[in-house]
């Protein structure tokens, strides 16, 4: 079988555009010719500041969102980043393999730490490095992400060809896989800039917990633009990001979306987009609440999922540790 790695970070409850870009492709890859790891990155998480507690309460929500969404613990290995040490060694080796100049070159260190510039730790310079190290412990053929991932995907690709080129085959070279529809679900008030979920404006974004009133609200404040002619176009950030939305759930091409939405205004547009949000998320947030409620299930799975992970994780480990002259363990 082949290997499949991706990950979420744990800050905050997801939005739409984790869902469409991530998430919902990795529901959809098949699990007979994958082996597939699912991580919430929460090492990730603390390169901004977290409150503790907080961050365990969400690394646990997003934890069951991944379920509810309809991955299936027993056939996708669905763990804590934090509870497998092997990804921290292995990052440790891998910034002995990486340089300075690669870092920053990172556009979304860039942004981070304009952002952040309060507080601008090596964690948030080194941060595609850990991201390597979750890829390639695993061997991962495939990463499923969204668009604004591929910067970090290409160096990953990058620093493995270097360490292998050094010391042979030891690691596989992953391939990003980034869905047709829904690579970059864009802001609902600023349709150039993406959907985030650190936006301050919460207009901005749908959130996967979002009740049905809120989400039609949302979508009925979306900013378009003042032609009142459906189109998918890039002229159209407004119109096209719908459009992107409601294809990506229901599987239809821009084309045959335009051609539904012939002759209708603005309003019904955004009013079907919320209608179709709404009926998509349902079934995910009932399942949701029912694991949450189910503790012993929850821990189980984190843990006999953490375990396996970790076996996964070691062998790579092990290798790559000999291979830079480490002592072997007797
Ligand atoms: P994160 O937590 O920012 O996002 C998780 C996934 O959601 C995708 N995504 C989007 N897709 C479409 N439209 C959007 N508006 C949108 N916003 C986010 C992201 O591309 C991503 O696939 N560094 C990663 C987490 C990570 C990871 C990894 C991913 C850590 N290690 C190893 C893959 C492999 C991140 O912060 O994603």
């Not at 970090?152 to 992953?174: C, Q, S, W």
């Not at 809120?214 to 032609?227: G, L, P, Q, W, Y």
């Not at 349902?282 to 953490?306: A, C, F, S, T, V």
């Amino acid at each position: 079988k082949k290997s499949l790695f991706s990950g979420m970070q744990a800050t905050g409850t997801i939005t739409l555009g984790n869902y469409l870009g991530a998430l919902k492709n990795w529901v959809d890859i098949d699990k007979d010719e994958y082996m597939c790891f699912y991580s919430v990155v929460d090492m990730h998480s603390i390169t901004v500041r977290q409150d503790p507690s907080e961050l365990r309460k969400r690394a646990r929500s997003l934890l069951a969102l991944y379920i509810a969404a309809g991955l299936d613990p027993v056939e996708n290995c669905i763990y804590y980043q934090s509870h497998v040490s092997a990804h921290a060694e292995l990052m440790w080796i891998l910034n002995c393999f990486t340089y300075m100049g690669e870092m920053n070159r990172m556009t979304q260190f860039k942004d981070k730490s304009q952002k952040h510039s309060d507080n601008i730790n090596t964690g948030l310079f080194t941060y595609p490095v850990l991201m390597a190290a979750d890829i390639l412990l695993f061997q991962s053929d495939v990463v499923p992400v969204g668009k604004d991932q591929m910067q970090h995907l290409e160096i990953t690709r990058d620093i493995a060809e270097r360490f292998n080129k050094i010391y042979g085959d030891v690691f596989t070279i992953p391939e990003a896989y980034i869905g047709k529809v829904g690579q970059k679900i864009m802001s609902l008030q600023e349709p150039e800039k993406k959907m985030s979920k650190s936006d301050e404006n919460a207009n901005s974004h749908i959130l996967l917990l979002d009740d049905p009133d809120t989400i039609m609200r949302k979508f009925k404040k979306a900013v378009t633009d003042s032609e009142a002619c459906i189109a998918y176009s890039e002229n159209k950030p407004g119109i096209k990001n719908l459009l992107d939305i409601y294809c990506s759930i229901n599987g239809k091409t821009p084309e045959e979306a335009v051609a539904e939405f012939d002759g209708m205004g603005y309003g019904k547009l955004k009013e079907r987009v919320g209608e179709v949000v709404v009926e998509e998320l349902r079934p995910i947030q009932e399942r949701y609440k029912d694991i949450m409620k189910d503790k012993d299930y929850l821990n189980m799975i984190i843990k006999d999922n953490g375990e396996k992970a970790s076996y996964y994780a070691t062998k790579t480990l092990r290798k790559v540790q000999h291979k830079v002259g480490f002592p072997d363990r007797i």
